[in-house]
């Protein structure tokens, strides 16, 4: 039931937390991966790890999903033997501070908006047409909690992610009559890098925000993902939420 076996998956921001540990339970699923961040040693390494674990197949791709040009030619320029994407794991994504809106940083709202939206929106435009054209695919989107709803100094991010909501539910409505699915999984707080990035690399700021409770961990998020993914082809999982046990 849970078998990838050949399918080709493109999972964006591979390099670390969820996007990584989708790979990881793709890769040993059997599926056939394309690891895109922009951190290319990052996927190199993993992808040697994978290669050693599951000796599975795998393309690295050094991606920033901000740059429609640079994700529409890597895309199109992808060696023949990889065209054929069957799953898109539109996880790429961050958060920048918590400050209170009329404080923000401006630099901050666009970089989580041309990451979180835009990133999203220029992969699934390239990538979605080969799906329908084929009669075969899954866009996974990663959302959030934070979709559904506002915390305090969370204002742009949480519009981000309310964009991802409305966006995956739209692609949901654009498909209906072709085999193509969409799942959107929404996450509440998961222990990986996000939270560094979030404050700028300060650590000790960063640990603050698990304290008082146990999180997800990114393999948590992952064996949702697959779970999504491995459903029989008339069943859409469309929409799961899943949050730490003792958060609000
Ligand atoms: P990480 O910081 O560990 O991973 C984020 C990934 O996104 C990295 O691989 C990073 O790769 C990639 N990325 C960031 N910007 C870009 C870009 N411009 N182009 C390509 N890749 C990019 O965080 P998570 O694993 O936690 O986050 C993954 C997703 O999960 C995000 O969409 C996040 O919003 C969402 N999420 C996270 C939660 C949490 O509590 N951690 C909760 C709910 C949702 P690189 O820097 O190499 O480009």
Redesign the pocket.
Known sequence: MNSLQGQIALI????????AACARMFAQAGAKLILT???QE?LESLARSLMQDFNCQLYCLA????DRTSVEQSFANLPPEWNAIEILVN?????RGLDKLHEGDILDWEEMID??VK?LLYVTRTLVPGMVQRQRGHIVN?G???GHQTYPGGNVYCATKAAVKALSEGLKQDLLGTPVRVSSVD????E???SE?RFHGDTERAKTVYQGLTPLT?QDVAEVVLFCVTRPAHVNISDVILVPTDQA
Do not use: C, H, K, Q
Request: net charge positive.
């Open positions: 964006t921001g591979a390099s670390s937390g969820i996007g961040a922009r951190r990052r991606l920033d999903v901000r996880n790429a994504g961050l958060s990451t979180n990133g990663i959030s909690i934070a996450p509440g707080l998961v990986t890098e996000f990035v990114a």
